[in-house]
């Protein structure tokens, strides 16, 4: 069983710069992808970035150069670096793995908020 743990979010002016960070515990399997997701007052969740086992990133549209994802793989975690932070990025944010050959599950962390107001 893996269990994942947030930490970082908080409450921050537009413009401004948060660190999330994640840690997983027991196996996350040798081809996996760390990622993290966004869910938003009515919306529904979705991918904000992705890093695979070998290293390779995805982000989305909304976040390209404002956001950097990066992983430890001997620590087993992830992070995410926001910068420029808008009002509409404000969200529960929530760590995720998914473990790949030959396991082929999801793991998600119980989210943290991330508000962006002035």
Known sequence: QVQLVESGG???QPGGSLRLSCAASGSIGSINIMGWYRQAPGKQRELVAAVTSDGTTNYADSVKGRFTISRDNAKNTVAL???SLKPEDTAVYY???YRGK???DNYWG???QVTVSS
């Open 10 to 12: 908080g409450l921050l």
């Open 81 to 83: 670096e926001m910068n």
């Open 95 to 97: 760590c995720h793995l």
């Open 102 to 104: 030959p396991l082929y």
């Open 110 to 112: 119980q989210g943290t």
